[in-house]
């Protein structure tokens, strides 16, 4: 069983940034891909990003590519979205989730989610 808890959502303001933080149970994240989801209300959960377990491939969704970072500390168990550039549409509960080593695009293929961390763009 893995186990993740996100943290570092908040109020910012438009072209500010944050840092989210994904934290893994001890001696999984190797085996993991692990994604950034989000969700703003009425609308669809939307991947945003995901780094794999094993080559450290990672991948943007085209709405945060060149403003979003995905990082992984395996030493700490750890996953970061390091998010600059913000703009109001961003605003979203983002959720990370895993899955075993390998990304997939469609949130139905990961089976491990956290509870969900508020971020919200707004002056």
């Known amino acids: 069983q893995v186990q993740l808890v996100e943290s570092g959502g908040g109020l910012v303001q438009p072209g500010g940034s944050l840092r989210l933080s994904c934290a893994v149970s001890?001696?999984?994240?190797?085996?993991?891909?692990i994604a950034w989801f989000r969700q703003a209300p009425g609308k669809e959960r939307e991947r945003v990003s995901c780094?794999?377990?094993?080559?450290?491939?990672?991948f943007y969704g085209d709405s945060v590519k060149d403003r979003f970072t995905i990082t992984r500390d395996n030493a700490t168990n750890t996953v970061y979205l390091q998010m600059n550039s913000l703009k109001p549409e961003d605003t979203a509960v983002y959720y990370c989730?895993?899955?075993?080593?390998?990304?997939?695009?469609?949130?139905?293929?990961?089976?491990?989610w956290g509870q969900g961390t508020q971020v919200t763009v707004s002056s």
């Open positions: 001890e001696f999984t994240l190797i085996y993991y891909a």
């Open positions: 780094i794999g377990s094993s080559d450290g491939s990672t």
């Open positions: 989730a895993a899955v075993l080593h390998v990304c997939y695009d469609q949130a139905e293929y990961f089976d491990s």
